[in-house]
């Protein structure tokens, strides 16, 4: 696949910003700035045969940033790749090879970049037990791929429930000591080994920044909504995939924090639109949501203020005293932190109680429960999520569509159903 077309669709399309102050604009730019760097450090490892890591999960990016170490997170490039104006051949292409349709679009992507040897050739390999079965597949088809059956390969093994702990539980150290051997791994096959000072100075810098994602979350509950809910997703990617621990980072998140403020200040909302309407997206966004949201916008003052792959749970910092907390910690966030996995690994107590906690926090009006295909788990529980939005007091609305491919469920279909609830509720 083409770097450009990579490069076009990690970002949402223009018309989905509509945030026009000049510092917005600027931090939309230096953000496609790390994403072309991050591709260019990916694109020189590959031609000069430097040690190049391929990551099939979200992982302790603490770690490479420590390490040094280039490297793609696989999820990522499924992402772009669904983003991009290629999705629906890319997302038909497992099926040519008798792969049930009913599997998550965006494993399907995985299947593609895989099968046609759109990855960038690795030197290692590292996957995860997470986030789903069909995520842990593509894994094993990864392992069974010809072309990189010499490539050493390392597989950490994420225990369910890490949301329940008891101070001492012996799944934080299974997990830490798993993180640890990954890294032993890395250092064998990238031949450099972890500064631990170095480490300790990346956790405390990824805990400055993740300070201020949290600061930015907290503004982003002023009324009106103060910036488009899109902004959740950089804020992720820069802290989560692509320059963690790093100080751009942190000035980058300062500069965010600092003009979302002003806007809560002057109380401005977004492209001009006071909310009539906030709305809850309990799932990932939909890569067709350019074609929805701005016009639930307009027509009816409904603003998402918050979606699942935006929104940050409460985590606590790295405890970066020594060697073992830091381990630790990480397998602390790592288990119970990024999206997907927290949906899918944590009980069914933590995805209600999330739920409530932002209908609070965020004066939500009315949740929407997407339903994706590929979402097995969160399928199975809408009845019980229904009932806890009713407990709460609010309306919910289940839709059962793929957030990846709008054939399943056009985005005028699912105008016409948020629009009919809307009526249904009072609120239109
Ligand atoms: S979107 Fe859901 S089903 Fe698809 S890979 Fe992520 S967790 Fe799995």
């Known amino acids: 696949m083409e770097q450009e077309k990579i490069k076009e669709g990690v970002l949402p399309h223009d018309s989905e910003w509509n945030d026009s102050d000049k510092v917005f604009d600027q931090l939309n730019k230096d953000f496609e700035a790390v994403i072309a760097k991050d591709i260019l450090t990916v694109t020189e490892a590959v031609q000069n045969g430097k040690p190049l890591l391929g990551f099939f999960t979200q992982g302790t990016p603490e770690i490479f940033a420590a390490l040094d170490l280039p490297r793609w997170f696989a999820a990522t490039m499924q992402l772009m790749a669904l983003r ?14 008798g792969l049930t349709t009913f599997m998550c679009s965006y494993v399907k992507a995985g299947v ?9 050739t690795p030197t290692m390999l590292i996957g995860a037990t997470e986030p789903c079965d069909g995520n842990v597949a593509l894994w094993q088809m990864a ?5 990189w059956a010499n490539i050493p390969k390392f597989l950490i093994d994420i225990p369910y429930g890490m949301d329940k702990l008891d101070i001492d539980d012996a799944r934080v150290r299974y997990l830490a000591e798993q993180i640890k051997a990954s890294t032993s791994f890395m250092e064998e096959h990238c031949g450099r080994k972890m500064d631990i000072d170095h480490l300790k100075q990346v956790c405390d810098e ?16 002023a009324v009106p909504t103060p910036v488009s809910f899109l902004w959740g997703q950089p804020v992720y990617a820069l802290n989560q995939v692509l320059a963690c621990g790093k100080p751009e980072t942190t000035e980058w998140m ?35 949501g350019h074609k929805l949201f701005p016009q639930l916008e307009k ?14 749970p409460p985590l606590t910092p790295i405890d970066t005293s020594t ?17 997907m996995l927290r949906q899918g690994m944590a009980s069914l107590d933590t995805y209600c109680n999330d739920l409530v906690h932002i209908v609070n926090d965020f004066k939500i009006d009315a949740v929407i429960l997407p339903g994706h295909v590929g979402h097995k788990n969160t399928n199975a529980v809408v009845k019980i999520c229904s009932d806890v ?14 957030v990846y491919d709008e054939r399943y469920m056009t985005a005028n279909e699912v105008y016409e159903k948020i629009g009919r609830f809307l009526s249904a509720t009072n609120f239109a």
């Open 84 to 97: 991009s104006e290629e999705a629906p051949k890319i997302i038909d292409f497992s099926a040519q090879l």
């Open 112 to 120: 593609f970049l895989l099968q046609t040897g759109s990855f960038p």
């Open 143 to 147: 392992s069974e791929y010809r072309p």
């Open 206 to 221: 990824s805990n400055r920044a993740r300070q201020l994602w949290w600061e930015f979350q907290e503004l982003r509950r």
């Open 254 to 288: 300062q500069r965010l924090v600092d003009a979302t403020e002003k806007r809560v200040k002057e109380r401005k909302g977004i492209g001009g639109v006071t909310d009539k309407i906030r709305l809850l997206w309990y799932d990932l966004t939909p890569s067709w």
């Open 299 to 312: 027509d009816f003052g409904a603003v998402v203020s918050m979606e699942m792959l935006g929104w940050m």
């Open 323 to 339: 060697e073992e907390a830091i381990y630790e910690s990480l397998a602390k966030r790592y288990s119970i932190g990024p999206p």
């Open 389 to 402: 939005c009713r407990e709460t007091g609010v309306p919910s609305l289940f839709l059962g569509c793929d």
